[in-house]
């Protein structure tokens, strides 16, 4: 590949285009840097939704013998905040799929989440919730229930047969408070 | 300089030689589009699954589940159809390049391991054994073949690094001094980053999956064993994509009646892609415990700095074809575009992949940035994303190859230049349906590899009803690709078995360049190739050791599950 045959046309565009690819990769770096700058802005100030580590476990059955993940799975910890202890399985979301986890609305919840087998996706449908559930780490997030209504745990992480199933439901109760 | 006596002018392949190269690349790239119609014509019955459409009952017992089908389309398009279309490129180009003879020896070893890898995890994916995705996370099991198959092919898909460097260096000795040509530079640098990528997966298989579905381990680590993964998983897009660039920067604009702007610019961008997209694997794993907070967030900058080599890409390859629409005519802002050659199929196949990966790429930054990846980790807006990328880049810039390559292996007219360019339409405005549809349901909560047409119709509607306009078109956007894809292999088999014709035998159309590489100090800069490579390695370790740390520390034993 060689560069040949310039004629007075090639000359001018090379001309415009030198200006160009100078102010381009000017704004190509500005872009990223200011994407940068908004990325470690949000690692500073987390708000909650990041995937946290709770513990590690050698062996994976460990998490459903723990105290924490019996009975409902359901702690008040608050006047409004609550710790739900989220095991999943294949397929289903306990609590969550059995018998729904009822809240009233303006609950802040922290779930720990972990998985008695595979791996699975702990979805909350409409909101940011979403953390991986692998067995032997559990992991945690929070989120505030700021709105009424039903909502749908839904598994996204493909987990065999009957993934598309792997259902579960949070329903908050009451009106918003102001 | 006696060229004439020079070593690299005396190894100048015979036209019987040549012939034996492109006998080499023909089967290559049959291989791939072989195991890509195949799957396609499952990616047709996954669209219909979200548009709310079952139509795995249809297919007992030749597939058994969605997931079955899921699993051989991911397979066998993403690693099957990719891995053959792109080593075969990548040894040939150069060859024809530096007009040497590659190490056929090599080359022919690298397609007959590649295809016993392919039949091994065939038949793993075929008998419902293994029904574990393209992703096979652990601690599903799958069957020791297609694992055992899996490594094959990833371990014969380093080898046309060495019939590359080898012919590089070949070519060095015979002209001292001189900077690598172009697509030379490229496919090397294509190859070695692969090299580094390829150590992630590669150890995953070799220390984990192979001995573990072989019954000498009992246990997994599922944690390790998704990080290995992803540590491959991420650069494999652009080991997917480069190749696709090779042809848009390096052919296209002499295709479309033009230049290549800059060749330094160029070198410039596949640098970055080498040293930018092998670290940054974790930023799959945001939303998995087990991974600092601190390290997701140098993760999320390093992912972002991706953008800049794409940008580049953007700026130099629009800037190539808009001279060669002036060339032709085109006046005003916009008059070049409609001046490209749009009849030409293999042309209109280029630019429409194009336009498909602006979208693309925008998606990715969103992917790329942590919190605003929590809203659409693992939704149907994932694999909307990597159609218009992986779809397009690859596959359709690989279609619009094929319809000068193939006439160029073979000697024979391309079957029929009409349908042809209709197929290629077809493709766009499906994928484009399709990528447009799975972006909206995928922001409504819908998730990716959800076999959701065999739900309950009232569960079903209750779930996704909402985005029920979406989600059918999905399924109207895949019909509509399969269509294109149906035109493109009459295209495809009519050219192969077609009549010869003399003027079929058309050269490579390796463009010209504005600015060449001479006197750059980025091009010698980038020339280094050896110093890149270990400078890429020491970053991704740098990335890679606080990561795999506290996983290497607090060992997780998973025993395995077959679950389908």
Sequence with gaps: ?178 | MSAVLSPAARSVPTTREIAGEKKMLLAFWVTGFLALMVGIAIGVLQSSNYAGVDLYPYLQPFLKSYYQGLTMHGVLNAYVFTFFTISGWLMYLPARELKLRPNMGLAWFTYALMLVGTLMAAYAMFDNSSSVLYTFYPPLKGSAWFYLGITVVVVASIIPLFVVLEMRARWKKANPGKLTPLVTYMSATILLMWLLAALGAGSEAVFLLDPWSLGMTHTINPLLARTLFWWTGHPIVYYWLMPGYVSIYALLPRQAGGKLVSDPLTRLAFLLLLVFSVPVGTHHQYMDPGISPMIKGVVTALTLSVAIPSLITAFTVALSLEYAGRRRGGKGLMGWWFALPWKDPSVAAQVLALVTFIFGGAGGIVNASWQLDNVVHNTLWIPAHFHLTVGTMTTLVFMGVSFWLLPHLTGRRLYSAKLALASVWLWFVGLMVWGFAGHWAGMDGVPRRAWVSGLPHDQYMQLYGGVHPALIMVGIGGAIAALGAVGYYVVFFGTLFGRKDAKAMVEIPFTEVIAGPEGSTMSRIAEHLGFWTVATLVITLAVYIPVLWPMITHPIHAPGFVLW
């Design chain 1, 1 to 178: 590949m060689a560069t040949t045959t310039h004629d007075e046309f090639e000359d001018k565009f090379h001309h415009v285009a030198l200006r160009h690819e100078r102010s381009w990769v000017f704004i190509a770096v500005a872009m990223t840097a200011v994407l940068f700058i908004v990325a470690v802005y949000l690692v500073v100030h987390d708000y909650g939704l990041v995937a946290k580590t709770t513990r590690f476990y050698a062996n994976p059955d460990t998490p459903a013998t723990l105290a924490d993940f019996q009975g409902t799975g359901i702690k008040q910890t608050g006047p409004s905040s609550y710790n739900v202890y989220e095991m999943g399985r294949a397929w289903s979301w306990t609590p969550g799929t059995g018998t729904p986890i009822t809240l009233p609305v303006g609950s802040h919840v922290t779930f720990y989440v972990t998985s008695g087998d595979v791996l699975h996706g702990f979805e909350v449908q409409g909101t940011s919730i979403n953390l991986t559930a692998i067995p032997g780490v559990v992991g945690h997030v929070s989120y505030t229930f700021d709105k009424p209504g039903t909502y749908y745990i839904i598994c996204n992480e493909y987990c065999g047969a009957g993934h598309q199933a792997m259902i579960g439901k949070i329903v908050i109760t009451g009106a918003k408070q102001s």
